[in-house]
């Protein structure tokens, strides 16, 4: 029985949009209108999450949207606008994810996620606008009308900010994380430590990355990843075909077969004799090859391994303002990684190969 693997992805994105969302709320709720909390909240994504300036013309589209949805709904309310303004609201924020995700090499929002997330902000603000003028009104009883509306304001980018949080939500288990989950019990115990290790150096590194580093240096860590996960596989294969018992065995027939071709009086008996034994002693010298590919594979596997877990450390040390040259230096050194495993033309087997280009 198979259990799916849930996960949260980006809880700091999350929380800062949220955050900025409430920031928002709170100042537009000031002038006393939910749809100018709205507003608010809209163009606090643009002023505190400041995008990429390859985001900035979708961003700030869709905080365009979103205000102007904002401004019919206090200029002309219909039964449907706050609906539309939650939609619109959950829409950016589908933008905002999306656009982070690329950044970082993740995979796309599903559509799935992206309607729920829209229809879920839409509730979140069809509700705030039935439940929170009462309660600003309540308030404005006990303190300051403006208070009251900040606060109200605030509740309501707070709302529909966690109302999209199904943007942050993967199905499914990691690729590699699964190709590991099926491969470590084939694995013999040197083998199993080494994946082992590359796996969680890549959980580490993964975590360490900067922001703004970008798939230019996740997708070379998953990439000898994914590599190095293949190659035990094949260092697993070969280790199979080349068991010292079987190279013992070879061996000793080839001993036995040349002592009785030596004795055997018959000239055809021991001419079959002797092609027997060169037939097996070419079976030995396979048997040896495959033992020195495997050597082989091991050390490459011990060497991405530690290369893996020097990226770890190096992501570690790196100050995300400053770091450019160091990101791109780790990102050749990476890369080159990755080339020197696909030119391991004896070891890798094509599902290496096809993993790095």
């Known amino acids: 029985m198979s259990v799916m693997d849930v996960r949260f992805e980006d809880s700091r994105l999350f929380e800062r949009a949220a955050a900025s969302f409430a920031i928002g709320g709170a100042a537009g709720g000031v002038a006393g209108s939910l749809a100018m909390a709205a507003t608010g909240s809209a163009l606090a994504i643009?002023?505190?999450?400041?995008?990429?300036?390859?985001?900035l013309g979708r961003w700030a589209a869709a905080a365009g949207c979103c205000a102007a949805v904002a401004i019919c709904w206090q200029l002309a309310p219909l039964a449907g606008s706050p609906?539309?303004?939650?939609?619109?609201?959950?829409?950016?924020l589908t933008i905002v994810r999306r656009d982070?995700?690329?950044?970082?090499g993740a995979a796309?929002?599903?559509?799935f996620a992206v309607a729920l997330a829209a229809g879920l902000s839409a509730c979140a603000v069809v509700t705030g606008a039935a439940t929170l003028p009462?309660?600003?009104a309540a308030l404005a009883t006990i303190g300051p009308t403006w208070v009251a509306g900040a606060l109200c304001g605030g509740a309501l980018g707070l709302w529909t900010a966690l109302a999209a949080a199904p943007l942050h939500v993967r199905?499914?288990?990691?690729?590699?994380?699964?190709?590991?989950?099926a491969l470590r019990l084939s694995l013999a115990p040197e083998?199993?430590?080494?994946?082992?290790?590359?796996v969680i150096a890549r959980r580490n590194a993964s975590r360490a990355v900067p922001e703004g580093a970008g798939a230019e240096v996740r997708a070379p860590i998953d990439s000898l990843t994914a590599a190095a996960l293949d190659l035990a596989a094949r260092a697993a294969e070969v280790s199979r075909a080349s068991a010292p018992e079987a190279e013992e065995h070879l061996r000793q027939r080839v001993s036995d077969l040349a002592q009785r071709a030596e004795s055997s009086g018959d000239g055809p008996a021991k001419q079959s004799y002797l092609r027997a034994a060169d037939a097996l002693s070419s079976q030995l010298e396979h048997l040896q090859r495959v033992r020195r590919v495997r050597e082989r594979a091991l050390a490459r596997l011990h060497e991405e391994v530690a290369n893996l877990e020097r990226a770890g450390f190096a992501l570690t040390l790196l100050d995300a303002p400053g770091s450019a040259a160091e990101l791109q230096l780790l990102h050749e050194r990476l890369r080159d990684?990755?080339?020197v495993l696909e030119e391991t033309g004896e070891i890798a087997a094509p599902a290496i190969r096809a993993r790095l280009e």
Do not use: N, Q, Y
């Open 171 to 181: 199905l499914g288990g990691d690729a590699i994380e699964e190709r590991f989950a």
């Open 100 to 104: 982070v995700a690329a950044e970082r």
């Open 46 to 55: 643009l002023l505190l999450l400041r995008p990429e300036k390859a985001c």
């Open 108 to 111: 796309p929002l599903s559509p």
């Open 134 to 136: 009462h309660l600003s």
């Open 83 to 92: 609906a539309a303004c939650g939609a619109m609201l959950g829409l950016l």
């Open 191 to 198: 083998l199993r430590a080494l994946a082992e290790r590359a």
């Open 337 to 339: 990684g990755a080339t």
